[in-house]
């Protein structure tokens, strides 16, 4: 017997992602991104001087990340103010960013990072976080790789990838966010929520890893298509 | 991408001999898309295109208590975010006073024209009726943010589909009854004045060079519902009469636009 | 020999490693995304990027602000180019060409003035691609400036000022360049299009 999800899913499968690059035509690199419903464009400016100079480092940069959803991304309008969850992910998911980003290559300076999130539906985050890896590179920032990022958890006894909302309001949910940097493996961003056993969390952590090599391989190929060649 | 805003003497010395980039004509818009229907979570959405500039509009009804000064209606809220995605010359926080000009100006347009019978949106008198809420982001500024974002507030509002009701007026999550009305549609038009010339649908370049700037809002009827002039510079009463002149020609253009959606 | 690399691939070349590529554990990783050139060891071109300043470059800037002692100039750099009052007046949005005296390690510069550029308009383009629109020993930039009847003053970080009638199709032209210079035999294709262009010489 096959198990599948509510949408028809298998438990490792995740929902249909597509990338778009270079978006936003002001920004230094942008990308659009869509993750199942979630929706959301990044832009990058930088790196840029920081100002006020007292501020800044100068041995190395800094990168920023600043997370807001609309009002009407949600099922119930959202205040446009920036709440305490918006401020917690865009810290989480700067710092995870400021693995990456090869901040000594600009010393006194920033990259800002701006998330807008147009429709959400479980997943945001993680939708960001990969977004804005391909905004980076779309600004022709120096990184050691590309983050990939997904969410993992439980739902109804069984281990999962990518969650929706439904998903996550089963009685025993569990709520993984991880990313990584696929080559190396080195873990940026983990936050959940939720009981797991130890077993289960490394079922968890495995298919995190999987599912993370699969991310970079779309970043990849829609980062490929700024390449045009002549016919 | 250029970064215009070096080029406003340039542009100015241009307009003064006539010229504009790519040869587009005083009175011509810029090339105009408008998506709508593609959010899951808004009541109604529309991505608007105004040349290089764009704009996201949603809305979200909500059920709430009339004001006492009419408690037979429901009502409107429109708000515009300069989002720091837009420009390297936005910056996040709270709304500034371009961000706030802009969301009032759209909204004086769709309110004068009575573009919404806010007494069919009353439920019970005094107690609960529909408010609709329209927010804005304007992602990529080049230039007319103005007309962008109206286009992109009246294309959300005429897509807007309504929440369906329980017996107690409580909305029913996930299920939608019909669209929201428009009685009317009102088109906006915004000109700026550079080097005495008044362009329509002025690009990054000419809204960095503008002088005065002046928005008309046209109802049905073609009668003026709203105007509003800005920047520090100033228009003779000639150029008025000129700019509603205009105003009356392209009112039909923009309404097929509208229409479509 | 070009290929496109991303932000932590591996580079298999068992070669000299340069520009835009680090180590880790002995292997070597591209940090851009970008092209991969093996040519005398390996480096990587990044897609985009701001202009990073170089001694002595010759590069174009815009003035851009003021304040009580100095001009602020935009170069398409992470800082912007600064030279003082006392020396020389300047108008907003003046054009002028300039070479880099110093560099510090967070990036001040130190410019002087050649001159000022007037007559024309100002494009810009990817600092990184300036190499393809001059071309080996300035076969591409002549190319353009006799098939359009134009002067280009090409600054190493990407803005070009352009003097001559035929503003559009230089644009263009500059901007076919920008899109496809990854791509092998870019001059004769650049002739092709200029010629369908139909430009007068």
Redesign the interface.
Known sequence: MVKKRIDGRDLNELRPIKIIPSVIGRADGSAYLEWGHNKVIVAVYGPRELLPKHLSDPTKGRVTFTYRMAPFSVSERKNPKPGRRDIEISKVVGEALSHTVMLEEFPGMTVDVYAQILDADAGTRVSALTAAAVALADAGIPMKDLIASVSVGKANGNILADLTKSEEDAPDAVDMAFAMLPNSEEVVLLQMDGVLSEDEYDKAIKIAKEKCQEIRGMQVDALKSKFKTLK | ???Y??????TKNKLAKGERT?GRKDDEYREIKIETG??????G?AKVQLG?T?V?A???I?IGQPYPDSPEEGGITV?V?L??????DFN?G?PNETSIELGRVVDRGIREAKTIDFKKLCLVPGEKACFV?V?M?V????GNLFDACYLAAIAALKTTKMPKLDKEYNVI?GETSGNLVLDKLPVMTTYSKVSNKIILDPDLNEDYATEARLSITLDDNLNICALQKGEKGFFTLEELKEIIKTSKKKYKEIRKIIEKL | MKEIIFPGDEIKENTKTGFGTYKKNGKAYSKYLGILYKDDGVKVIPISGKYVPKESDIIVGVVQNEDNYVYLLDINSHKQGVFFKRNQTAKLYDIYLLRVRTVNEVKDIDIEIISKLTGGELVKLNPRKVARLIGKNKSMQTLIETKTDSRLVIGLNGLVYVIGENMEKVKEIISFIEEYSHEDNLTNKVSDVLDKMNVKK
Do not use: Q
């Open positions: 991408m250029l970064n805003v070096y080029d406003i003497e340039l790519k593609f959010l899951k979570n808004a009541a959405c290089n764009l996201y949603g809305t979200k909500e708000g975010e989002s720091p995605i837009g420009s390297p996040a709270p809420y927010d982001y992602l990529n500024h080049d999550k």
